[in-house]
């Protein structure tokens, strides 16, 4: 498998993130919303794509203050 530059890590977490968490939020949103039928893809589809246009610019611009949040408050195991 081929791999990136350590560079590119933030913005491909934030695209993997971004990506799974808006799929499965969109998901569950609209399960809880309007229910599971015959057009329940159609519309889960239509409102994954706003909520990663939206998701995926936030991530990329949230992750590397939570990386360092996150590294203030957990200990390293020196």
Do not use: E, Q
Request: proline residues 4%; charged residues 10%.
């Amino acid at each position: 498998m081929a791999s990136l530059s350590s560079h590119f890590y933030t913005l491909v977490f934030a695209l993997i993130m971004s990506c799974l968490m808006s799929l499965l939020m969109s998901g569950v949103i609209t399960v809880i919303n309007t229910g599971v039928d015959f057009g329940f893809p159609t519309r889960w589809l239509r409102a994954w794509v706003v909520a990663w246009i939206v998701a995926f610019p936030l991530v990329s611009f949230i992750a590397p203050f939570a990386h360092r949040l996150t590294r203030k408050l957990v200990r390293s195991r020196r």
